[in-house]
T-cell receptor, first 110, second 114 residues
Framework: EDKVVQSPLSLVVHEGDTVTLNCSYE??????LLWYKQEKKAPTFLFMLTSSGIEKKSGRLSSILDKKELFSILNITATQTGDSAVYLC??????????FGDGTTLTVKP | DAGVIQSPRHEVTEMGQEVTLRCKPI?????LFWYRQTMMRGLELLIYFNNNVPIDDSGMPEDRFSAKMPNASFSTLKIQPSEPRDSAVYFC????????????FGEGSRLTVL
């Protein structure tokens, strides 16, 4: 059975701090790993990673994948209160099935 | 495109009643997914379709749950009879295809079974 584990489950930081969120996985027929941000409604897409060692960046957010060690990290620098959300990691298998982790709840205090 | 459209947004019903949730995927997307989200269990995949055909329904909790996709623009998730433990947010998502990237989620249907 496919498995995605995220850590930590929750995190409280102050504005300006840098955070690192972790995602490890065990998936048959891995195709890609995706990060989503979920505020009060539906998850919204952040990154898709398919190759090891290639960093994806978008503003203050960045992510990288290690397919040998089966994990990914999501970094957020200079955090803002608007970064407060649940961050979800998902792994897509070749058949199109996406399995999600339980998420990391990030709270950024002013 | 309006995105993935789900209805109803909120439903409150009594135990034993039938519940039908509806989803219209993004036009041209070949994959449709039904997920359930709760605090205890996170985001769980219930079933997904490719070109209207169910591919994997191993996440459907039990026989009380059924899902159909009669055409490329419409899917339903039915719970009959409903139970309080079915209370959750049910998300529908669609995708252009395997490896195409993100899932596009609807706003979700929040179900409360009393």
């Amino acid at each position: 059975e496919d498995k995605v584990v995220q850590s930590p489950l929750s995190l409280v930081v102050h504005e300006g701090d840098t955070v690192t969120l972790n995602c490890s996985y065990e998936v048959t027929n891995f195709r890609s790993l995706l990060w989503y941000k979920q505020e009060k409604k539906a998850p919204t897409f952040l990154f898709m990673l398919t190759s090891s060692g290639i960093e994806k960046k978008s503003g203050r957010l960045s992510s990288i994948l290690d397919k040998k060690e089966l994990f990914s990290i999501l970094n957020i620098t200079a955090t803002q209160t608007g970064d407060s959300a649940v961050y979800l990691c998902a792994v897509e298998a070749n058949a199109g099935k996406s399995t999600f982790g339980d998420g990391t709840t990030l709270t950024v205090k002013p | 495109d309006a995105g993935v459209i789900q209805s109803p947004r909120h439903e409150v019903t009594e135990m034993g009643q039938e519940v039908t949730l509806r989803c219209k995927p993004i036009s041209g997307h070949d994959y449709l997914f039904w997920y359930r989200q709760t605090m205890m269990r996170g985001l769980e995949l219930l079933i997904y379709f490719n070109n209207n055909v169910p591919i994997d329904d191993s996440g459907m909790p039990e026989d009380r749950f059924s899902a159909k996709m009669p055409n490329a623009s419409f899917s339903t998730l039915k719970i009959q009879p409903s139970e309080p433990r079915d209370s959750a947010v049910y998300f529908c998502a669609s995708s252009p295809g395997v490896g195409a990237g993100e899932l596009f989620f609807g706003e979700g249907s929040r179900l409360t079974v009393l």
